[in-house]
């Protein structure tokens, strides 16, 4: 397999448009992995009810051109998501309308998604068994996914594996947070995920990218590029080298190395545009993830786990920002989160810190931040 990259400096539509195109002609043509006639579901990247200008999403332009490009060889295109947080029509038509899908399907005839039914499918993955699946996935034909490169507060990256997160139906997640709270863990499941619902394409939103406090509260950053490959663990790992995240860093692509799924990087087929154009070696990371240093130090495996949970970031709200809306304690998967005078309060000893009240706070109220002391001695 290969990945292909190139410039793209906007999301003017003529544009993205052409760019797709040719990305499609580096892998070898659309008729390669889509055939007339066949049902595709397009999976992007929509989080929460998010701004194309908040980077958070997949950009509406990127969807648009990925769309047409399919339905113009006689597929029908379904566009799906199932977002963090309750998952009904009405949750969904907001959604749509405001990341832009309602636009897409203005613009080119396609379906967007309104059926929250799902199905319980077996799957024997390393870490797992079975999953909850939303029905147009398991129904579809093909499954193309349209990712955002981010970074992300608790899987330090997100992109075309963790964007299948979203096939599973909205408050069945935090269940998969809880029966996976560890990070590794976590990052194993989506990996199972990915291989069973096995997009045939996908594609990297890497105009502008988000860094910081990812994947909803970070800054936008520039990258100027567009991704493609029919492999998401390939275009992952090239993602993370290109923005200069580690492929120990990046937990997703660390598992997928492991299990094989993807050749070291120095061997990736890389087509398009030279990748080291694209080179970022300041981006920023999310302020939570584990102290690395520490599981070096051969000390007892009991102190080890104290120590990196007093040192690994943890939900803060500002009282300033913060409107009591509760979202935060809807969408808490250990219920953790109680509202207390309009204000969380948190129980950091239930936490097991996910992010996911940071994630889908709709004010940006939650930030991760370190304990002082512990950060002052390490200088983290």
């Known amino acids: 397999m290969s990945v292909s990259i190139l410039g793209c400096s906007s999301y003017e539509e003529n544009k993205v448009q052409e760019i797709v195109d040719r990305?499609?002609?580096n892998l070898g043509g659309i008729e390669k992995f889509i055939k007339s006639g066949?049902?595709?579901v397009i999976k992007p990247n929509f989080i929460a009810r998010k701004s194309p200008n908040d980077a958070a999403t997949t950009n509406p332009a990127l969807l648009l051109a990925v769309t047409r490009a399919v339905m113009a060889i006689g597929a029908h295109v379904t566009i799906a998501e199932s977002p963090g947080g309750p998952y009904n029509?009405?949750?969904?038509?907001?959604?749509y309308e405001t990341c832009g899908a309602s636009y897409v399907a203005e613009k080119t005839g396609c379906t967007l998604n309104y059926d929250t039914s799902y199905e319980d499918i077996v799957y024997h993955g390393e870490v797992r068994r079975e999953f909850s699946i939303i029905s147009p996935i398991v129904k579809a034909d093909k499954v193309i996914s349209v990712a955002k490169l981010k970074t992300h507060t608790m899987t330090c990256y997100t992109?075309?594996?963790k964007n299948l997160f979203g096939t599973i139906p909205g408050l069945y997640k935090a269940q998969y947070h809880l029966e996976r709270?560890?990070?590794d863990s976590f990052c194993s499941m989506l990996v199972d995920l990915c291989q069973y619902v096995n997009p045939c394409l996908s594609f990297i939103d890497a105009v502008v990218g988000m860094e910081g406090d990812g994947p909803t509260s970070g800054t936008p950053r520039e990258i100027g590029a567009i991704m493609a490959s029919a492999s998401p663990y390939e275009l992952d790992l090239a993602a993370v080298h290109m923005v200069g995240i580690g492929d120990d860093e990046a937990l997703t692509v660390k598992e997928s190395l492991k299990r094989g799924l993807t050749c070291?990087?120095?061997?990736?087929d890389m087509t398009g545009d030279d990748i080291d154009k694209f080179a970022i070696t300041n981006f920023k990371r999310a302020r939570g993830g584990e102290i690395n240093f520490l599981k070096r130090m051969n000390l007892p495996a009991g102190l080890t786990k104290k120590l990196n949970r007093m040192a690994t970031a943890r939900p803060v709200f500002d009282k300033k920002t913060c409107v009591g809306c509760g979202e935060c304690a809807r969408c808490c998967p250990p219920k953790a989160i109680e509202i207390v005078d309009h204000f969380p309060q948190v129980d950091y000893e239930s936490c097991i810190k996910c992010f996911c009240c940071q994630e889908l706070c709709p004010q940006k109220a939650v930030s991760a931040k370190r304990n002082?002391?512990?950060s002052k001695l390490f200088r983290i």
């Open 89 to 95: 029509p009405t949750i969904l038509k907001r959604l």
């Open 159 to 161: 992109g075309a594996v």
């Open 23 to 25: 990305l499609l002609l």
């Open 264 to 268: 070291p990087y120095d061997e990736l």
């Open 181 to 183: 709270s560890e990070k």
């Open 38 to 40: 066949e049902n595709v």
């Open 372 to 374: 002082f002391l512990f």
